[in-house]
Structures are given as C-alpha cells and as structure tokens.
C-alpha cells in the first residue's frame, strides 16, 4: 500500500513537496535533496506528519 508523505525543508521548514511511499518496504521517514522556492537553493527535505 502507498502511502502520502509531506517533504519539508531542513532550513526553513515549509513544506514544499509531496510524494508516495511504500509503508511496508521503507519504515523509516524519506529524505531526499530537493529544490526549496523560498530558499532559493537545493536542501535536504524531510518527511513530516
């Protein structure tokens, strides 16, 4: 089953990004380094609730 996870910024914290998940493969919450718009650059986003 595929789950929605919210990408967040490390930086600034807004949340930017959307995307799906597998629950039962990836336990832990996705990271990935993604443009921010705000910050104007590339950081590292992280799953929120």
Known sequence: M???AIL???ECKR?????TRNK???TERLEK???CPSC???T????TK
């Open 15 to 19: 949340r930017n990004y959307t995307t």
């Open 2 to 4: 595929r789950d929605l």
């Open 44 to 47: 590292t986003h992280k799953e």
């Open 33 to 35: 380094v993604k443009f």
């Open 8 to 10: 967040a910024c490390g």
């Open 24 to 26: 039962k493969t990836t």
């Open 40 to 42: 104007r650059k590339r």
